[in-house]
């Protein structure tokens, strides 16, 4: 049998699906494919149709799926700053920035008050309204004794280390902070180190107070011998007029000029160590005035 005159449209879709539409083209249409009739018996025909739909299905079809999601971050463009190329000049870096920070923190640093003794303080914390501290008063305090930062310029400033503390929950024998204390009165007991009877003088209630601890006004013994310190008449070491913090140069056994009589102590065999190995340079207290008395 012959087919005369008929027009056959064969598409595919981007789906996948074919239809056979007579004489009519559909927009939605990817491929088609006209054939006339010109003395072609039916088994010719579909097997070119056949033949036809077989190179389409093989044909590579645009993806018209819509992916969702975040965009892809922007590409970071190539910084004109210099990167460190070995661990030297990422030390070197290191430091010029530091030295940047501290000078800034230096100028904008509030300058420190000195008693009457000489003892160096700051209010790191301040209190608006509270009684102060005066001579004779009991004062019960929290406490962090610490090692000076490596750029503390005035024996005040930077963080420091913590060789021994109480009242912060910091030591082995503190469960919590605010369970234990330290408490003493002002001016009157000989046995607390000079630097805190004096410098807590005139602090509040409420308020955190850093001061300095020169060997002299802290755990070192009053002999000729052992004040050789900072500031000291002995022989060991000299005063540098542009810093306040040095190491003892004295050259003694240390557990000699180890005032263990002086509060407050380390209760700690560690804390103990760490205090033997320190008490022989300037330190800072860190005071928390928690109520007097």
Not at 204 to 230: F, H, L, N, V, Y
């Amino acid at each position: 049998m012959k087919l005369k005159s008929a027009i056959f449209c064969l598409s595919i879709s981007s789906s996948g699906a074919f239809s056979v539409n007579n004489g009519r083209r559909d927009p939605s249409v990817s491929l088609h494919a006209i054939h006339t009739n010109k003395g072609l018996s039916r088994p010719e025909f579909v097997q070119a149709a056949a033949v036809s739909l077989a190179s389409l299905i093989t044909m590579p079809q645009n993806a018209d799926a819509l992916v969702k999601g975040n965009a892809p971050p922007p590409k970071k463009g190539v910084s004109d700053e210099r990167k460190c190329r070995n661990v030297e000049e990422c030390q070197e870096m290191a430091d010029r920035l530091a030295d940047k920070v501290q000078e800034e923190a230096r100028a904008n640093m509030v300058p420190a008050s000195l008693t009457k003794r000489g003892t160096a303080y700051r209010d790191v914390v301040e209190a608006p309204a509270g009684v102060e501290a005066k001579l004779g008063d009991t004062a019960k305090i929290y406490y962090k004794v610490l090692k000076l930062g490596k750029r503390s310029y005035d024996g005040l400033s930077g963080e420091g280390t913590v060789v021994f503390s109480r009242g912060y929950g910091l030591e082995d024998d503190e469960d919590k902070a605010g369970v234990k204390s330290f408490s003493f009165a002002v001016g009157q007991d000989d046995s607390v180190i000079g630097a805190l009877n004096d410098g807590i003088v005139g602090q509040k209630i409420g308020s955190t107070r850093r001061i300095s601890i020169t060997p002299q006004m802290g755990w070192e013994k009053a002999s000729k011998e052992c004040d050789g310190g900072p500031g000291g008449s002995g022989s060991g070491g000299e005063l540098k007029t542009d810093y306040v913090v040095v190491p003892t140069a004295t050259m003694v056994a240390t557990e000699i000029c180890f005032d263990k009589e002086k509060r407050p102590f380390p209760k700690t065999y560690a804390e103990q160590r760490r205090m033997a190995q320190r008490f022989d340079q300037s330190l800072i207290i860190e005071v928390e005035l928690v109520d007097l008395k």
